[in-house]
Structure formats: structure tokens, C-alpha cells
């Protein structure tokens, strides 16, 4: 069966395709027994039209009918990703296990691997190169066989074959060799060492850059034992392993190993033959045995004077696994811990995991992922302590292979009665890492210091040199490779996103990170909620709706900011002779499932600050600039700029003081030292004496139909 294949074409449909095949090089893989590498395999090739040749057969070794892939990655930036091919080979489909597609190469790397599970280490790169001109000449081949030899001219003990090959065209690419008249070919990288007593055939063949192979050769020679006085035969031994039940049967496999030694001259061969008459056949690597049903395997080997083992065989039962259950378990989540009056709990949160199975299977594994983080094994209760919302995600999987639909169960650890978040340079919880601009795709997990990865690069300080970042990147992704938080493909990703952001090199705008840049992607990560909407325009500005009645918020979820300057541009497009009255909130905390207000578009007025944006003579009294409900500023001292303009607006925000700069003006400076005049504090608000987040989130507010306000430019920048 063939699969995903994007660039092929048919053979077999007159003298074009002959044609197109005499034309185009062959690349051969191969596959055996082993799960852990591909029997042959092509290292170079050249550029174009390509015949792809994959056999996975019982003529190249494959005894057990173990299915493989031959699968090019098309995932991974670091290698060509324009051959999206995937084929699936058995020894037992309708072509016999070995499969023809063709693919048209371009110049670079093409990562391949087998994508059965357990497979994963059968991988390996493809370089191809610009080719080799109008070479059409195939190499010129030779072997040598050297040794000791008898007065029969037989190699006593053992002999070494060389294989040479020159091209005088484009030159040599690869040389290859296989043992015996049906031997798989292998690449030939160093002379070949044989050493079983016997007559035996070496084939050669050589292939240079063009793609032309030259004719199959072979050497013909016989190795015999040196002389002994060895009369002892090997000691065998065999061992049987796989997963069992209760009574001791195989579920779904069996593996069989069998091992000789030798101290005399030494094991010259190991046979083995399934069931009571099977044919002996050479042991060459562990025997997995699929079929259910009871089995025996003899097994027996013979040393180089020519003594043969007894035989001697290992007798088992493999079952098929329990395969009636399609019911997935049952999770459940039971959260305990101190609360406070808003049920938030305080200094850490248990989370205890459970399930059950009623498909019969049992359970096999519980898997948790934390705040979106990636799933991991659960063993023991969670304990989380970090201040902030928590989300635990679980699902259970039973033995049969069901798994449950994952459930979420979220919580709040209060701020001021938890554990204070870790110190850690920077506030970030994206999902991704990102640096800079550049999103890696790795997941932003929580590191053993309780820090996430993006806190941890430090991508928004001021970097003398690229370098010194560089160093700095690394030193940190490093240790995360070491303390098992990201794998060696992830490690690559982040570094090589750090040099492609630019950051420490000269002109660069250092710190400022784009919110909303204009582009769909960016507008996309906002969220609304309330009232109202935003909608994106050509001129990449973003622009309230004339038509969603309601007062609400467009907020950016991603992450909160503590101290940081933030600068956009805003304008004033409400209709006729009126001006809109609209505001950017700052270091308000989650809006979603807030234990005192159930209203998320509220939880940034209650909790958070506004910075007024009003330019209208009449009615409210806080103007732009002013920090509603805690500082006002009239229309003097805002300097009215008229409808229709844009203006800059940068908030910075450190510790608690305000500044808030109007088209580079600084109009309003504000300390919050909790006299407020606006929503009274509660009592146990987050700050000391009634002062509010010392972190929190982005938002932008919209009035009504009306109060028509538009956004570009967005930018923050931690301090």
C-alpha cells in the first residue's frame, strides 16, 4: 500500500514511460527483521526526476512479517520538505512488500523515517546534489580476496574482502555489497570480515553521481577451520520475552533470542526452525513471533571444528490482547486545599487524579497537562502553588488502547495568600516560545524553577550584541536540554529562532514586542468579551463596530505584564459633530471565572486601571490621559488633536507610578497610593493598601455603536 504520495507517476504505459525510467536513477531502501535501522539505504543522490524503490520482503530479511515505512519528514524547516512521501511495506500486501514511486528530488537534505511506533530510530538523511552532468558511463568495479589460505587454496579461519570502484564521469557516489546469492545489499564503508567455516559469494556493485550502477560482480571463496583439537561442542541457551497475562501467555508477541558460546575454536553458526518440522534456518537477530497459538522453537549451533550442539528448543503460547473492549475509562479530579472567602485557595492547591475502566482492560495510564503545558504520566498527586488561575487537564487510557476524552478542572491560588510567583526576569505564559517574532512551535513548559522557557531567554532586554545573546540562549536551553524540559530537536529550534529575531544587532528596536501589527494572524490572538466588537481594516488598523451594540473589551490573553511601556496609536472616528469615548486598560487579572464578577468585560473596570481616551467638552469628566476613577485630566491639558487623527499614546507603568505620554507629551503622571475614588477597595485587594494588580493584562475598551475608536501599532516593552 502506498500512501500520501503528491509527486508520482505511473509505469508500465508504453515507450514514454520506459523511457522516463531509463532516464530517471533508482534509490533503493530495504527492510528486515530489525526495528532499529533499514537493511540498505541510499546516503547521496542527485537532483530530478527519481525512482523511489522500497522492499521490505522475506527476499531482504524480513522473516517475521513486521510491516515498515519508508516515510520523508516534511515538518522540520531544517531539511527539504517538497517530497511528501510515506509508503507502507509488508511482506505479505499485494505487491510482496516492495514498492515503486517517483518523486523529483531538488537540492539539499531529506530527513526519512519509519513512523511505526517503536520503529522511530529507523531514520537517516538524503543529501542531493545539483547532478553529474551527461555521464552515462557506470563505474568500473573490483574485489580482493586476502587471507590465509590451505595448499587447497581454501581461507583457513577467516578471509577479508575489499571492494574498489573508480568513475572517470561524474565519480563514484556509492559502493555496495551483499552476502550470499540472495543476500540484501548493504553499503560498503570498510573491507568485509567472514568467518563462518563454508563456501561463500561476496556480490559488488558500485553506483556513481549520475546514477548509473555498474553490472553485479561477485568473489567466490572458502573459509575452513584452522587445525584443533576442539571436540567440544557450544552451550546454547535461549530466552523468551514479551508482555504476559496472568497465566502466562504472550499478549500479541512473543520475542526470542537465542545465544551460543564457544571456547575451543569458537561458534561458527546459529540455526533456528519453527515448529516440530520447520526448516533450520541462519539465526541472524531476535525472532518475534505474532501468530497466536502454541509454539516451539528449536535452536542448536556448530563451532568452526565442525562440533554441533544438541538441540534443544523453547516451547510457549502467544494470545491475541484483549481486543472486546472499546469503552474508554473514567477520569475524575479532586482538588483540596485552604480557601479563602472568594474560594481561591490559598498557598498551593493538591490535585488528585483517578480512574476507572468499566471495558474490562483495566486501566493502563492517567496523563495530566497543567495550564495547556504538554501531558505527562501522573504517579502522584499535583501539588500547584504558583499565584493565578491553573487549568488541569486529564484523561486515562485502559489496556486495550481507548482513551478517554480528556476533562478540565480549574482553580484559583490566591494572590497575596499563595507562594509569590518565582523570580523569574521577565512575566510570559504564551503557549509557544517565541523570540523575538519568531514562534518555534516548542511549548512554553514550566522549567524545575518554576519559571517558564520564554521567562527565561530574556528576548525584551537591551542586548549589546547578538552574540552576548546568542551565548546567553544557549547557556539556558542547554541546562533545559539536560533537565529533560526540551528534547534535541526543540534545542535547535529555539536557537536557531534566536538568531533569525535579530535581537543585539545594531538598529534594532530593542524590547518592543508587536501585540497587533495589523496582520490577521496577530489581530487573531485578541479576544472580545462584553459588548461590541473590532474588525480588522485593509490599511492594517482595527476599528469598533457601527452595528454590535453593547460596551465590552478586546483583550490580549496571551500573557500579563508587570512594569512596561506600552505605545499604539488610536483615533477618534465616532460619527457627525460627537467625539468617542473609549480607554486602555492595564494589569487587570484574569477576566474568566472571577469569584466577585461574573461579567468578564467588569473584571477589567473593577480590578484593573483605565487610561481615559475622551476628547468631548461635555458630560464624563475624566478626559484623555486621565486613570479613571483615580486621577482626572481635562481637555487642556490632554491637547486636543482633531477627529480623525491619529494619535500616539505611550502608558508606562512602573511599580506604581503611571505616565501616560499623548503624541510625545507627557500629560498625566499618577501614583497609586490606594485613594481611590471609584469602586471602593475590598479588603483583601491584591495590593497593599488597597492598591491594585501589580500585574496583569492588555485591553482595549469599546462603548457602544456610537463611540467609534480605532487601534494600530500596538507595542509593549517590559521595564
Known amino acids: 500500500m502506498v500512501l500520501g504520495l503528491t509527486s508520482t507517476a505511473a509505469y508500465g504505459r508504453g515507450d514514454d514511460a520506459a523511457a522516463r525510467s531509463a532516464a530517471a536513477q533508482t534509490l533503493t531502501w530495504t527492510a528486515g527483521d530489525p526495528i532499529d535501522r533499514y537493511l540498505t539505504f541510499p546516503r547521496t543522490a542527485v537532483a530530478g526526476e527519481t525512482t523511489i524503490v522500497f522492499e521490505n520482503s522475506a527476499a531482504t530479511g524480513n522473516t517475521t512479517g513486521m510491516p515498515h515505512t519508508l516515510t520523508f519528514d516534511v515538518s522540520d524547516p531544517e531539511y527539504n520538505n517538497d517530497v511528501q512521501l510515506n509508503i507502507l511495506a509488508n511482506p505479505s500486501d499485494a505487491q510482496g512488500g516492495k514498492h515503486t514511486a517517483t518523486v523529483t528530488l531538488t537540492p539539499g537534505r531529506y530527513f526519512y523515517h519509519c513512523t511505526i511506533p517503536g520503529h522511530g530510530s529507523m531514520q537517516g538523511i538524503l543529501t542531493v546534489t545539483e547532478g553529474g552532468g551527461d555521464d552515462t558511463t557506470a563505474p568500473e568495479t573490483s574485489a580482493t580476496v586476502s587471507g590465509e589460505k590451505n595448499a587447497d587454496g581454501a581461507y583457513i579461519g577467516h578471509a577479508s574482502v575489499s571492494v574498489a570502484a573508480t568513475d572517470a564521469g561524474s565519480g563514484v557516489d556509492r559502493i555496495e555489497y551483499a552476502v550470499g546469492a540472495a543476500g540484501a545489499w548493504q553499503p560498503y564503508t570498510a573491507p568485509v570480515m567472514v568467518h563462518e567455516v563454508g563456501t561463500h559469494k561476496i556480490r559488488y556493485r558500485a553506483t556513481d553521481k549520475a546514477g548509473n550502477t555498474s553490472a553485479e560482480k561477485s568473489a567466490d571463496f572458502t573459509i575452513v577451520a584452522p587445525p584443533t583439537d576442539d571436540k567440544t561442542p557450544p552451550e ?82 502467544v494470545v491475541a490482547p484483549p481486543t472486546d473492549d472499546k469503552t474508554p475509562p473514567q477520569t475524575t479530579a479532586t482538588v483540596t486545599g485552604d480557601k479563602n472567602a472568594d474560594g481561591a485557595y490559598i498557598t498551593s492547591a493538591k490535585v488528585t487524579l483517578a480512574a476507572t475502566d468499566a471495558g474490562g482492560s483495566g486501566v493502563d495510564k492517567i496523563e495530566y497537562s497543567l495550564d495547556g503545558g504538554p501531558y505527562l504520566a501522573y504517579t502522584t498527586p499535583v501539588i500547584v502553588d504558583r499565584v493565578g488561575r491553573h487549568t488541569v487537564d486529564h484523561r486515562a487510557t485502559d489496556k486495550a488502547g481507548n482513551t478517554s476524552v480528556a476533562k478540565q478542572v480549574a482553580f484559583t491560588i490566591a494572590e497575596g495568600g499563595g507562594v509569590p510567583a518565582p523570580n523569574c526576569p521577565e512575566h510570559d505564559e504564551r503557549l509557544t516560545v517565541i523570540v523575538g ?88 490572538k485578541w479576544q472580545q468579551v462584553g459588548g461590541g466588537s473590532f474588525g480588522l481594516n485593509a490599511d492594517g488598523s482595527m476599528t469598533s463596530s457601527t452595528t454590535t451594540p453593547g460596551m465590552g473589551m478586546l483583550w490580549f490573553p496571551e500573557r500579563k505584564y508587570e512594569d512596561f511601556s506600552l505605545k499604539l496609536r488610536w483615533r477618534d472616528d465616532a460619527p457627525g459633530t460627537g467625539n468617542a469615548n473609549a480607554g486602555v486598560f492595564v ?105 491594585r494588580y501589580a500585574s496583569g493584562y492588555i485591553g482595549l475598551q469599546v462603548h457602544g455603536t456610537t463611540d467609534v475608536i480605532s487601534y494600530r501599532d500596538i507595542r509593549i516593552k517590559q521595564l
Open 437 to 524: 517574532t519568531v514562534d518555534t512551535g516548542v511549548p512554553n513548559r514550566v522549567t524545575r524553577n518554576r519559571c517558564t522557557i520564554n521567562e527565561l531567554i530574556e528576548d525584551e532586554r537591551e542586548w549589546t550584541s547578538q552574540a552576548l545573546f546568542l551565548k546567553h540562549v544557549d547557556t539556558v536551553i542547554d541546562k533545559l536540554l539536560y533537565d529533560g524540559v526540551i528534547d534535541e530537536r526543540e534545542h535547535r529550534k529555539i536557537y536557531r529562532a534566536a538568531k533569525q529575531s535579530g535581537i543585539g544587532k545594531p538598529g534594532q528596536t530593542a524590547g518592543y514586542r508587536d501585540l497587533f501589527d495589523g496582520t490577521q494572524s496577530s489581530f487573531a
Open 587 to 691: 494589569r487587570f487579572p484574569q477576566v474568566h471565572d472571577h469569584p466577585e464578577e461574573p461579567r468578564p468585560e467588569w473584571v477589567a473596570i473593577k480590578y484593573g486601571h483605565e487610561v481615559q481616551i475622551l476628547d468631548r467638552p461635555d458630560g464624563d469628566m475624566y478626559k484623555t490621559s486621565s486613570v479613571y476613577g483615580f486621577d482626572r485630566v481635562g481637555l487642556g491639558s490632554a491637547g486636543v488633536t482633531p477627529k480623525g487623527t491619529w494619535n500616539d499614546y505611550e502608558i508606562r507603568v512602573e511599580g506604581q507610578h503611571y505616565s501616560v505620554f499623548r503624541n510625545g507629551v507627557l500629560i498625566n503622571e499618577f501614583d497609586n497610593t490606594g485613594g481611590q475614588d471609584f469602586y471602593p477597595p475590598r479588603a483583601d485587594d491584591p495590593g497593599s493598601d488597597g492598591r
Open 236 to 317: 546454547t541457551s535461549v530466552t523468551v520475552s514479551g508482555e504476559k497475562n496472568a497465566e502466562g501467555q504472550y499478549l500479541g508477541m512473543a520475542t526470542v533470542t537465542v545465544t551460543a558460546s564457544d571456547t575451543g575454536s569458537g561458534v561458527n553458526t546459529i540455526e533456528y526452525a519453527l515448529g516440530a518440522s520447520g526448516a533450520w534456518t541462519a539465526y541472524n537477530g531476535p525472532v518475534m513471533v505474532h501468530e497466536t497459538g502454541t509454539h516451539k522453537v528449536r535452536y542448536r549451533a556448530t563451532d568452526k571444528a565442525g562440533n554441533a550442539a544438541a538441540e534443544k528448543s523453547a516451547d510457549f503460547t
